[in-house]
């Protein structure tokens, strides 16, 4: 349990205890689905635990030439899915790659014989034009979505070269849902699977979240095995990595009044937890309850400029005060890699909690601000 009065604010604290309950079960899904686990940068990149990600999962997938650099340093597989590939970059990604997925014929018919050359396994990725995701920022499946090839689009006559199929359906779910994009997936592309040596069934997969239905993936992914013998199949979930690992700590600077009593924080929402407004959805916080359930409710804003840097309402027992800390949780996947230095405002620091204690990583000082700007 991290004790984090002696954490810095503001500052992201992984606890690497949860993270090896969240390997052990992405583990049990390899063992017992026979898939192959890869872990998705664009969730969680915390590359400090990587040589602990890379006991358990076979590697890491990359959606650019930055990522792919990253995930060669977990010395794993490193597998490749972007939209499109630039022509400056292609050599150096496929350098580092064992796998790689295209999004479009076109972008395979370009790269095809650099890929091939280095025998680099090829992917094409297909869109099923079906799923269960409610929100469409999240929504891969969507109408007019430019993530893969609908059956419309597809083109046996370039597939000579092509071993895997890649799809990329879900958001947060659970496993009836990769269910019902399978079934899609099945009618419209089934013919072609069992000419391939791998199939990706992507990310968005809640694996390690408490209700979901592990039992059931693992009888989704065998009866595929039996359906398509020899098969390979690979997951690639992101979120469900770094799931409830960790912690953003942050502490309040000033109490204003307007109406209301309002907390202003060391950190910004629109910052340090963007995806707190892009969703949007409500940051648990240790501690509070919704506002007026416990004796003092306040309003919880970011440092910036931002009249919307708000995280939202919380009522706590007792009464905040400047140096109180504030503590949201589950700030590791996705929140931790999408940071800006909007405002300057002061990048929480990035640290771990082992078994003998907190170990400061990083700090962020005014030459990481400059050095992204010009
Ligand atoms: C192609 C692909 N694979 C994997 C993922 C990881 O998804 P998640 O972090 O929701 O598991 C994403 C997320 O956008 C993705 O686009």
Redesign the pocket.
């Known amino acids: 349990m991290i004790d984090y009065s002696v954490v810095p604010s503001p500052c992201y604290v992984l606890e690497e205890k949860r993270l090896v309950r969240n390997l052990e079960i992405l583990n049990r899904v390899q063992r017992e689905g026979k898939a192959k686990v890869i872990c998705?940068l664009?969730?969680?990149s915390f590359w400090n635990v990587f040589p602990l990600v890379a006991e358990y999962l076979n590697g890491a997938?990359a959606?650019s030439l930055n990522e792919t650099l990253l995930a060669k340093e977990m010395g794993r597989e490193v597998h490749v899915?972007a939209p499109a590939y630039r022509a400056n970059e292609i050599e150096q990604i496929l350098s580092c790659a064992s796998h790689i997925?295209f999004n479009s014929f076109s972008q395979w018919n370009l790269f095809k014989k650099e890929t091939l050359k280095k025998g680099i396994s090829p992917g094409i990725?297909i869109n099923p034009e079906f799923s269960t995701v409610e929100v469409d920022l999240?929504n891969?499946a969507g109408r007019y979505s430019r993530?893969g090839v609908t059956k419309a689009e597809f083109k046996p006559e370039f597939l000579e070269g092509i071993e895997g199929l890649?799809f990329?359906a879900?958001?947060?779910q659970n496993a009836d849902a990769l269910e019902a994009v399978l079934e899609k997936i099945e009618a419209n592309f089934g013919e072609w699977i069992s000419k391939m040596k791998w199939m990706?069934f992507?990310?968005?997969?809640?694996i390690t979240r408490a209700d979901y239905d592990v039992e059931k993936l693992i009888s989704i992914l065998n009866n595929f095995h039996k359906k398509y013998p020899g098969i390979e199949i690979i997951l690639?979930?992101?979120?469900?990595?770094g799931w409830q690992t960790g912690e953003l700590v942050s502490s309040v600077l000033d109490i204003v009044h307007n109406e209301i009593d309002i907390a202003i924080l060391d950190i910004s929402v629109s910052a340090h937890m963007p995806d707190c407004l892009e969703m949007p959805y409500r940051p648990m916080v240790m501690g509070s309850d919704l506002p007026s359930v416990k004796a003092h409710t306040y309003r919880l804003a970011g440092n910036s400029c931002l009249a919307g840097d708000i995280a939202g309402d919380y009522s706590f027992d007792e009464p905040l005060h400047p140096g109180s800390k504030i503590i949201f949780m589950d700030m590791i996947?996705?929140t931790m890699v999408k940071t800006t230095f909007f405002n300057g405002v002061k990048h929480p620091s990035i640290g771990v909690w082992k078994a003998d204690g907190f170990h400061l990583l990083k700090e962020f000082d005014y030459e990481q601000f400059r050095g992204k700007l010009s």
Do not use: D, I, Q
């Not at 992507?202 to 809640?206: A, D, S, V």
């Not at 690639?236 to 990595?241: D, F, M, N, S």
């Open positions: 998705a664009k969730g969680f997938t959606s899915c997925t990725r999240y891969p993530l890649h990329h879900l958001c947060e990706n992507g990310g968005g997969h809640h690639e979930p992101g979120e469900a990595v996947h996705y």
